[in-house]
């Protein structure tokens, strides 16, 4: 049985910093991209930011780059998400994703998905 639990969300200001991690479990991790997603209330699920498999490529949605880094740990089986310089407009629950399938910014392309964690920036 496939999980990925997020956690590090949380309420922060505008400007600061935040760092969400993943664990998975159920799946050979190094076989799988991963990725996280954010959705804002009344909007579509959208892309952030992934990691290939092999680590050696990163992925990142314009609206957060150079502000959030992703990275994957192979000895723990995570993935985190270091988000800097963070804006309101962030304000989503962010969800941790896994695909066998090559990274790809459409949602429904992921294999398997966490449950998500709040994350607020406050003005």
């Known amino acids: 049985q496939v999980q990925l639990v997020e956690s590090g969300g949380g309420l922060v200001q505008a400007g600061g910093s935040l760092r969400l991690s993943c664990a998975a479990s159920?799946?050979?991790?190094?076989?799988?991209?991963m990725g996280w997603f954010r959705q804002a209330p009344g909007k579509e699920r959208e892309f952030v930011a992934a990691v290939s498999w092999s680590g050696g490529s990163q992925y990142y949605a314009d609206s957060v780059k150079g502000r959030f880094t992703i990275s994957r740990g192979y000895a723990s089986d995570t993935v985190a998400l270091q988000m800097n310089s963070l804006k309101p407009e962030d304000t989503a629950v962010y969800y941790c994703?896994?695909?066998?399938?090559?990274?790809?910014?459409?949602?429904?392309?992921?294999?398997?998905w966490g449950q998500g964690t709040q994350v607020t920036v406050s003005s």
């Open positions: 994703a896994a695909t066998q399938s090559g990274v790809t910014m459409r949602a429904r392309m992921w294999d398997y």
């Open positions: 159920g799946l050979t991790f190094s076989t799988y991209a």
